[in-house]
């Protein structure tokens, strides 16, 4: 049976996929935010997952406000990222994994979580900036891609406890799936973030700690909060922290935090980044 063994989050940020593309690792602006990764890139060579299920929001790209799934699941043979501006050069597609799609939709349709199926899908920087800097350029990844995408965007989204017990649901498929292989979930977005209105600007740096903190031994406090607590704390946008509550319901039970990192100073967005091991 297949085993999900740790949980990675990222911000998803798009001048850091700009800034990944032009390798400013060692930028004196750009480093405390990169410096997280290597000892990442380390566990993931130890390990040697064989799939990564991506939690992300598309901002537009594959849905717009016109037609918002809740919750949709990738189904395909590869995920192209699509032209978002920044002059990013195009970064070929992402290998996907059908099989194992199609199984964690049977078992989440199974227990009533109705999803949308793409055996099409563009995946945008919600996708495609965690999945480079967790595995480097699509042809060069060394696991097959699943991403699950979950509506931040277009109200009424999801509740976090709604995602919480969908990650549950995603982690229990992955478990019974019929071969032996590592899956890494991981939690894109956030954390803190508020790009318009008149809170445009809005961290909320103490939230984001607590939230840090409390993803891995207390969960449930998180999943019961309000989104209109969320969207509050942590901003119009920083209601991405959904798709890391999704993750930690996938991981089930107790987790280890191998490592964590928050970083501000990029673009309008408290960064967080963190490795969490399965027990
Ligand atoms: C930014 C953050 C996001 O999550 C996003 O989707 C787009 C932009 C930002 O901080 O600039
Ligand atoms: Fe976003």
């Not at 949980?7 to 593309?21: C, K, R």
């Not at 803190?192 to 008149?198: A, E, K, R, V």
């Not at 600007?201 to 607590?210: C, E, Q, R, S, V």
Request: with cysteine.
């Amino acid at each position: 049976m297949s085993k999900i063994i740790g949980g990675l989050t990222s911000s998803h940020i798009p001048s850091v996929g700009s800034a990944y593309a032009r390798e400013l690792f060692e930028d004196p602006y750009w480093k405390p935010f990169f410096s997280a990764f290597p000892p990442i890139h380390q566990w993931l060579g130890e390990k040697k997952p064989d799939v990564a299920i991506v939690i992300y929001n598309d901002h537009g790209l594959n849905f717009f406000l016109d037609k918002m799934p809740t919750f949709a699941i990738g189904a395909a043979f590869e995920y192209e990222n699509q032209d978002e501006g920044w002059g990013i050069p195009t970064i070929g597609k992402f290998k996907g994994y059908p099989e194992m799609s199609w199984h964690i939709i049977n078992e989440v349709m199974a227990e009533e979580f109705d999803v949308t199926t793409c055996q099409e899908m563009a995946v945008d920087h919600g996708f495609s900036v965690p999945s480079q800097l967790f595995w480097g350029k699509p042809d060069e990844a060394l696991v097959k891609f699943i991403p699950v995408c979950i509506n931040t965007v277009q109200h009424p989204i999801p509740t976090p406890l709604r995602c919480y017990k969908f990650g549950q649901a995603i982690g229990r498929a992955v478990a019974s799936f019929q071969t032996d292989e590592k899956v890494v979930i991981v939690g894109t977005g956030g954390l803190s973030h508020q790009l318009d209105g008149t809170r445009a600007g809005f961290i909320n740096k103490k939230f984001d700690l607590m939230c840090m903190e409390k993803i891995v031994d207390d969960p449930e406090y998180l999943a019961h909060l309000t989104t209109h607590e969320l969207v509050r704390e942590a901003g119009a946008q920083g209601a991405e922290f959904i798709l890391w509550l999704a993750m930690r319901g996938a991981l089930q039970g107790r987790v280890t935090k191998l490592l964590e990192s928050y970083h501000i100073p990029i673009s309008n967005t408290g960064a967080g980044t963190m490795l969490l091991e399965n027990v």
